[in-house]
């Protein structure tokens, strides 16, 4: 476990101290064992969500794909605008499904329904 977190650490290129339910959520997911995180607002839920593409990569070449569902269109704004500073490609939609904004430039939001 500990080495995917390092390989996860210089593949995205932040430094991060895990909390304890934060690195609980992980191994489970690890594991592949569902799992639902529910934490206060300023926890840090959206390292899990940062982490977890690349956490589960394995042998592929590319991340794995992570949906995350969330209420705010803010904290899916920022999200989208921080994996894009990294350059990690990311897509999100809103609740309606009338608006998508992508980090891909290739990405056509007319072909997502």
């Known amino acids: ?25 992980l191994k489970k997911l690890w594991d592949k064992r569902d799992c639902i995180c529910v934490l206060p607002t300023g926890y840090g839920k959206s390292i899990i969500y940062q982490l977890l593409p690349w956490f589960l990569q394995g042998e592929r070449e590319r991340p794995g794909i992570v949906i995350v569902v969330a ?4 904290i899916i704004i ?25 980090t891909d430039e290739e990405a056509d939001a007319s072909k997502v329904h």
Do not use: H, W
């Open 1 to 25: 476990m500990e080495e995917k977190l390092e390989f996860t650490r210089r593949k995205i290129g932040i430094e991060y101290q895990l909390k304890e339910k934060q690195l609980e959520t």
């Open 71 to 74: 209420p705010l269109s803010s």
């Open 78 to 102: 920022d999200q989208v605008a921080f994996l894009a500073s990294k350059g990690i490609k990311a897509l999100s939609l809103n609740f309606e499904g009338t608006g998508c904004r992508s």
